[in-house]
């Protein structure tokens, strides 16, 4: 019983964080209780990113004054209407601009780099980290674009001599526009 009212108190006190990120005061969280609807509020502000620098709550406790690095990285406008579908294709737009990201020290990088590798061809980042620190990010390389090589089909067809012989004058005339 001690463990729940703990459990509950350490969640409320995440919520109304939460809520403060995005410059709303923790009574907010009463719209949670509201049946059908209101744990969809909830998700919402849980999983959307909060105002970028200081609001009235204080200042962005990851970023301080500055935007999330990672925020410009691709741009969606912003789906104009009020109701929930719209809320809902924002909500995935803005969870597009964040790819899956995983963490890992250098020792579980060493011991896992095949699954690691695997993890970064389905699309995620892997960023390695010493003493909490980031120190190298592993991305998907894009293939570069094959240039054709000249003579690749040499010896696998053969041309007709007469291929190399002058068009007799009328056919030549057509190709200069000159005949009917």
Not at 98 to 118: D, Q, Y
Request: glycine share 8%; with cysteine.
């Amino acid at each position: 019983m001690a463990v729940g009212g703990v459990l509950v108190v350490a969640h409320l006190a995440v919520a109304v964080r939460r809520l403060h990120d995005h410059d709303k005061t923790g009574r907010f969280y009463l719209l949670a209780f509201v049946p059908l609807i209101g744990w969809l509020f909830a998700l919402f502000m849980m999983l959307t990113p909060g105002t970028e620098g200081e609001n009235s709550y204080g200042c962005d406790p990851c970023y301080g004054d500055e935007p999330p690095p990672r925020m410009s990285r691709r741009s969606f406008p912003e789906t104009p209407g009020k109701g929930i579908g719209a809320m809902a294709l924002n909500l995935a737009k803005r969870l597009a601009k964040f790819p899956p990201m995983t963490s890992v020290s250098v020792h579980e990088a060493k011991t896992h780099l095949s699954r690691l590798l695997k993890q970064v061809e389905a699309g995620e980042e892997v960023v390695i980290m010493r003493n909490k620190e980031p120190v190298a990010r592993i991305v998907r390389e894009t293939p570069a674009e094959k240039k054709p090589l000249l003579g690749a089909f040499k010896g696998q067809f053969t041309l007709d001599e007469r291929f190399f012989e002058p068009l007799p004058d009328d056919e030549l005339a057509l190709w200069n526009g000159e005949g009917d």
